[in-house]
């Protein structure tokens, strides 16, 4: 009887060792760049055809209200990764440049750091766009190893000086212009290796990358973020899958996307890494909609990149995590890119360093599906410059759209703003206007955005700053 009872604990203990449940869980990120709301099939798409990112959506949790902290890449990417708000770290004001002397300040705590203070293998692959100076890459933010883009695809070291004034249909027809029209650097760790980038591989080079870190290190803890250059324009894939017709080029570049997304979820599979492995794929903003066939789609919702409506800010993600996320499931409440650390610190039974604030809350309990307290009532909205315009109260959207000044009239007085209150349950494509009629409202809402951004403006961190 008593060799019975060891037996039984015997394989009690090796079934859960084998569900990851005794280790600590690994975390990959996947962040396409300008990717709609509308541009997977899990999402709604009917043209694009997306059958491996569908799959993590069937095996895992969708998110139907998942938004990014600015309508534009580089104060996306700095919320993602520290948790704030992008004004509270100093890198609110739009985007970065070849010639930019700022960056993610390294004395910001990032989910690299938090990950990596816990034993855990961390690697990013892609886009960084938090700064290209030294002091400023990866590997000063947390990061075991980089290989990547430091900028947007569309910039050209040194000075961003000499950009092809070609239309995209012309530069997608001529796949060979990612090397004889753009001087866009390749960097590994803090050197360039590649001057100028073949940007038709960089998405296949990434997933090679990520997934050679994660056969490396299946042993042990890892956290992959994988931020994609694609489908920022200009647009670029391998000679393999290449459809010459620029009106399919969007469809062409997300569909590569998908099956690089496919090689690496096979790979975490194959080496049996599934359940205790979660994944999470997402966008750092909405469709570049100017750029037509060359950008993507909001689905049903309103304008996209570069505007606080929901089409720029609400983005589609789909979380996996086997025997953990609950399999074929959505959530409609508001979880935001800013709540990334600290799910992962309570993923992970960890605690966030104390002599800081950050704006994210756990919202753990929304990705497992299970009992939990916390709410996010309240969202801000912050323009491409990073100005306060608007915040959400449970299903209420206020937005404050200062008019632009008249150039030739520059003693003109400012014109007064435009009001826009909505109310996203009943009309998500933010359509009915209802300012006027809840005038109350209106008010409640405009003091208390000025309140929380009061509150983060007086307690504001510095960017670095080249020669501070």
């Not at 993590?56 to 949790?61: C, L, S, V, W």
């Not at 056969?215 to 000679?239: A, T």
């Not at 709410?375 to 306060?388: C, K």
Request: glycine share 8%; proline share 7%; with cysteine.
């Amino acid at each position: 009887m008593r060799h019975m009872s060891y037996a039984l604990l015997l394989v009690t203990i090796c079934s859960a060792i084998s569900r990851g449940e005794t280790t600590k869980p690994n975390f990959v990120i996947i962040f396409a760049d300008d990717q709609g709301y509308g541009d997977l099939g899990c999402f709604g798409s009917t043209k694009i055809k997306t059958p491996n990112i569908d799959r993590m959506a069937k095996e895992g949790r969708r998110f139907t209200n998942f938004m990014v902290a600015s309508p534009v890449c580089t104060p996306s990417r700095a919320a993602l990764l520290t948790g704030c708000y992008p004004k509270r770290i100093g890198m609110h004001q739009h985007v970065l440049f070849p010639a930019s002397t700022r960056g993610l300040n390294p004395t910001e705590h990032t989910i690299a750091d938090q990950l990596k203070s816990l034993g855990y293998a961390t690697a990013c692959f892609g886009k960084w766009h938090l700064g290209h100076h030294p002091e400023t890459l990866p590997q000063k933010n947390g990061f075991d190893t980089y290989l990547g883009i430091p900028y947007s695809n569309d910039m050209n070291h040194p000075d961003n000086k000499g950009k092809p004034r070609i239309p995209s249909d012309d530069l997608w027809r001529d796949q060979a212009s990612a090397v004889t029209k753009w001087n866009t650097p390749l960097m590994e760790n803090e050197k360039i290796v590649e001057l100028p980038v073949d940007q038709r591989t960089v998405t296949r080079r990434y997933t090679d990358r990520a997934i050679n870190f994660i056969e490396q290190h299946k042993e042990e803890p890892f956290f992959v973020y994988l931020p994609h250059s694609m489908p920022h324009i200009p647009l670029y894939v391998p000679d393999d899958v290449y459809d010459p017709d620029p009106a399919n080029a969007y469809t062409c570049v997300i569909e590569h996307v998908d099956a690089e997304v496919g090689r690496l979820m096979n790979t975490i599979r194959e080496l049996k890494l599934s359940d205790n492995t979660y994944v999470i794929y997402t966008s750092d903003n909405g469709p570049w909609l100017q750029f037509k066939n060359h950008g993507g789609s909001a689905g049903p919702l309103r304008e996209g990149k570069g505007t606080t409506f929901e089409g720029g800010q609400r983005v589609p993600c789909v979380m996996w995590g086997p025997g953990r996320i609950p399999a074929g499931t959505e959530c409609g409440d508001v979880v935001a890119t800013i709540d990334m650390l600290p799910t992962i610190a309570a993923l992970t039974h960890s605690e966030l360093p104390a002599d800081r604030k950050i704006d994210g809350m756990d919202m753990s309990h929304k990705i497992l599906n299970t009992d939990g307290d916390a709410n996010r009532d309240e969202y801000l909205y912050y323009t491409s410059q990073g100005q306060i315009e608007g915040i959400r109260h449970g299903k209420w959207k206020l937005l404050i759209k200062a008019k632009r000044r008249n150039r030739n009239k520059k003693k003109a007085p400012a014109a007064p703003p435009t009001i826009h209150l909505f109310d996203l349950v009943a009309d998500v494509g933010e359509k009915n206007n209802l300012a006027e009629e809840q005038a109350d409202i209106v008010g409640r809402l405009t003091t208390r955005m000025k309140q929380l951004d009061g509150e983060i403006t007086t307690n504001a961190r510095k960017a670095w700053f080249k020669n501070q």
